[in-house]
């Protein structure tokens, strides 16, 4: 009786839906450079042929090869609501028959199936029209924030970045506590002082990291302070902003999304940096070197912007940084990450550092730019309550290739591939260790 | 002149010729519209269209943003995707056979047509029937093709409707009528140019084609009147969809430089 009542609740009220569509398609300020989504959507709707390759490249698809994992009918629960609250014809149906808004007319089970999307982008590498499905499910998705239905993880995490800064929630004491014991592990593996700058104005490079990489795997973030002390780089973080994720990006918050930008924009500005580095996070790269730089939503920046990949392989390039691939002795395999892959176009320069860093690189299969997605994409591997069905079915393919690959240790650029491949191989129980892509640099450089 | 071929000759083509152009103008204009949203504003814009135009911020949903390619390459690729439906090729070699060949036939039937417009004389004329009876060959059997397809393969199977189906039943009629009318020997010049005029001056000018020709015409005014609202309107939207993603690479179907499978 409580979980019925309970269920009620998340019912939308009558006639909120086409408030809530309107607004995602109209142009309100705030919000009026990322219209291209239901601009996108209503041209997809009007040329989807309904041939299927999407869902023969569908990693969720490959897994679960039924209807209701159909990429185009995913995209259809969106595109009916699109029609029916704001194109002529569809307003004037819907006032002869008195359609539902969702079908079962549960909100709920719509919301569920926005988050079966990956946002992997692999159905647009492939379908002969060109259409972007994940386009579509992020418009779905505001809809599902719009009506506050976003799974509890990711709208939490949206909720700490607007009170910390962070995705953790976590203080700037326990950061400033993170960053020194990362100090003193550099310390002490090397036996040289390897400084992480805080707040130095005027230092050439702002380094951001995800907040992960300072307080879970900190390996990463070791790699990355080797580079710059090997290559005599003058840098710094911030402890203002040293989260560089973004989850508006994947709610399909476009508040969020943009607010999580301009705080660490805000941040390089104030500290006077030329260049902003970004660590080992595919959206938050996207969001600010293919969205709010090249869209202009903080005018011209007065900073460069560029992913810690393309930065260390050109300082490998360069030759001033001496890697000893002996370090990293055991066959690696890369996976490529979906945002940096496809939405970024970052495929090489991992594999150069890799290549650098590792006595044994081997392809992942099918890897580049049209890879199969981790089954973590979008959000998913942030939530706890959907495990079973990434492990598999949208992780079902991902778990196929790694069982093919005979590497010992799989490197990714991501941190959610990261997360949501370590549950794969420790689900499905293959001796396989997970490793972000400057971990392994962090063993091999030398100093 | 029967009622039937009366309506369809010179009663319904006034009725789904402007549709057709009305109906497509609106969805080149709302498409062009959301992709450049200073349109919107032309009136009380400075310079000209096509600065308008350029200055714009273009969506940002680009595919492999950040790759290095040349112009050349873009074009090359776009070409290739154009003309050979390479990317398909690649992915789905059954939809390529029914899709290509399809799209090749309705090339041949339009290209054929060049004969009843045009003072080529009796020799090329009868190359360009047979062009146009190739054409028609191809459309017909790939349509029935694809027809199958769309039943027979459960990824497509399940997610057509029935808009689907009543759009690939026009087309193949289409097909198919002008099928019958290639092998009835087809309309002359002297004819298709007299009803052109009657059409223009809205005078009837009856037309000795055959009852094939009549249901062909029937078949076309269907086809347009159904298009804007099928996925046949793909053949114009595939276009500005390459804008969008910002590449050719899909419709080719090569993927920048290529990896191979175990390198050291």
């Avoid at chain 1, 309970?6 to 809530?20: A, D, L, S």
């Avoid at chain 1, 402890?239 to 709610?251: E, K, Q």
């Amino acid at each position: 009786m409580a979980e019925e009542q309970n269920r009620e609740k998340k019912y939308i009220p009558p006639g909120m839906v086409g408030t809530y569509m309107r607004r995602i398609g109209e142009s309100d300020p705030f919000v009026r450079e990322i219209q291209d989504e239901p601009s996108a959507l209503r041209l997809y709707m009007d040329t989807c042929t309904k041939c299927g390759i999407c869902a023969q490249e569908c990693p969720v698809y490959y897994g679960q090869p039924d209807k209701r994992m159909h990429p185009v009918e995913r995209s259809r629960q969106v595109i009916r609501l699109y029609k029916k609250y704001t194109t002529f014809w569809g307003r004037f149906w819907s006032t002869i028959f008195d359609t539902p808004d969702f079908e079962d007319d549960d909100a709920e089970l719509f919301g569920e199936r926005m988050y079966e999307c990956l946002t992997c982008r692999r159905c647009a590498a492939f379908c002969p029209v060109g259409i972007d499905h994940s386009v579509v499910s992020r418009v779905g998705r505001s809809l599902v924030d719009l009506m506050g239905l976003t799974p509890p993880a990711l709208a939490q995490g949206t909720k700490n970045s607007f009170e910390t800064g962070n995705l953790e929630g976590a203080s700037t004491e326990a950061f400033l506590d993170a960053i020194g014991f990362i100090q003193e592990e550099l310390k002490e593996e090397t036996g040289v002082d390897i400084p992480i700058p805080l707040d130095k104005e005027g230092a050439e490079v702002f380094f951001l990291p995800p907040s992960g990489d300072v307080l879970v795997y900190a390996e990463n973030l070791m790699g990355m302070a080797k580079v710059f002390y090997a290559a005599g780089i003058d840098w710094t973080m911030s402890s203002r902003a040293y989260d560089g994720s973004n989850f508006g990006f994947t709610t399909g918050n476009n508040f969020s999304m943009k607010y999580e930008n301009k705080h660490y924009v805000n941040a390089c500005e104030t500290l006077g940096a030329k260049v902003m580095v970004m660590g080992e996070c595919g959206h938050a790269y996207r969001v600010m070197k293919f969205m709010a730089s090249e869209g202009r939503w903080w005018g011209e920046l007065s900073f460069e912007i560029t992913s810690g990949f393309e930065y260390t392989a050109e300082l490998i390039r360069e030759g001033r940084l001496t890697l000893d691939p002996s370090k990293n002795a055991e066959a690696v395999t890369y996976h490529d990450s979906c945002q940096f892959a496809a939405g970024c176009g970052i495929v090489d320069e991992p594999r150069e550092i890799l290549k650098a860093a590792c006595a044994d690189f081997r392809e992942m299969p099918e890897g580049g730019y049209t890879q199969w997605c981790c089954g973590g994409g979008g959000g998913l591997s942030a939530l706890r309550s959907v495990r079973e069905f990434r492990m598999h079915i949208s992780g079902k393919k991902k778990a196929e290739q790694m069982r093919e690959t005979d590497a010992k240790i799989v490197s990714t650029s991501c941190l959610q591939c990261r997360t949501q491949l370590k549950e794969i191989a420790r689900y499905h129980k293959m001796p396989l260790k997970i490793t972000g892509v400057h971990e392994l640099v962090n063993n091999a450089i030398v100093i | 002149m029967e009622l039937f071929t009366y309506f369809v000759l010179y009663q319904l083509p006034y009725v789904a010729i402007p549709f057709y152009m009305v109906m497509l103008g609106v969805r080149i204009w709302v498409w062009l519209r959301f992709y450049n949203p200073a349109l919107k504003l032309l009136l009380g814009a400075r310079g000209s269209v096509f600065q308008i135009w350029r200055r714009q911020y273009r969506p940002t949903i680009h595919l492999f943003p950040g790759r290095p390619r040349t112009k050349r390459l873009e074009w090359v690729r776009f070409v290739k995707g154009f003309l050979f439906f390479t990317g398909l090729w690649k992915r789905d070699k059954v939809l390529w056979v029914g899709s290509w060949l399809l799209h090749f036939g309705l090339a041949l039937y339009v290209l054929g047509h060049a004969r009843l417009i045009l003072p080529l004389g009796l020799q090329i004329d009868h190359v360009l029937m047979f062009v146009i009876t190739v054409g028609c060959w191809l459309m017909t059997v790939s349509g029935v093709y694809l027809l199958f397809r769309r039943v027979l393969v459960q990824r497509v199977r399940e997610i057509t409707d029935f808009r689907d189906y009543l759009s690939d039943l026009i087309l193949l009629a289409f097909s198919f009528t002008a099928l019958m009318v290639a092998l009835d020997g087809g309309v002359s010049g002297d004819e298709a140019v007299a009803y052109l005029i009657g059409f223009f001056t809205f005078s009837q000018v009856g037309v000795d084609a055959g009852a094939w020709w009549v249901w062909h015409m029937l078949a076309l005014q269907a086809l347009l009147l159904v298009m804007p609202f099928s996925h046949l309107l793909h053949f114009g939207g595939i276009f500005l969809s390459r804008q969008f993603l910002g590449t050719s690479d899909s419709f080719a179907g090569e993927f920048g430089e290529k990896i191979p499978s175990k390198s050291q």
